[in-house]
Nanobody, 116 residues
Framework: VQLVESGGGLVQAGGSLRLSCAAS????????MGWYRQGPGKERELVAI????????NYAESVKGRFTISRDNAENTIYLQMNSLKPEDTAVYYC??????????WGQGTQVTVSS
């Protein structure tokens, strides 16, 4: 399984970005996909996850009401719509896919920089 992210960039505070993550290869026994981020000098943290059928989502408290995760099962792609961005959202954002038995897969990461 390969995960390819796109959509990062530089934006001013209050702006919006949309990240995409396309999964290639077999998605059999995929449990959920999601986004994590790692800011400068910080540990990697969960941002949002969505179940393989798209039925359930979960968000970090810090992004609730501002970020929305969604998926297109036909394209094996997930999205992260990020609105009202803050400088503290600056981080490398990583796409994640979790499978039964084989565990976690990660994308290469995409930089999001929010200027004040």
């Amino acid at each position: 399984v390969q995960l390819v992210e796109s959509g990062g960039g530089l934006v001013q505070a209050g702006g919006s970005l949309r990240l995409s993550c396309a999964a290639s290869g077999s998605t059999f026994r995929l449990i959920h996909m999601g986004w994590y981020r790692q800011g400068p000098g910080k540990e990697r943290e969960l941002v949002a996850i969505i179940t393989s059928d798209g039925g359930r989502t979960n968000y970090a408290e810090s992004v609730k009401g501002r970020f929305t995760i969604s998926r297109d099962n036909a394209e094996n792609t997930i999205y992260l719509q990020m609105n009202s961005l803050k400088p503290e959202d600056t981080a490398v954002y990583y796409c994640n896919a979790f499978f039964v038995i084989t565990g976690n897969y990660w994308g290469q990461g995409t930089q999001v920089t929010v200027s004040s």
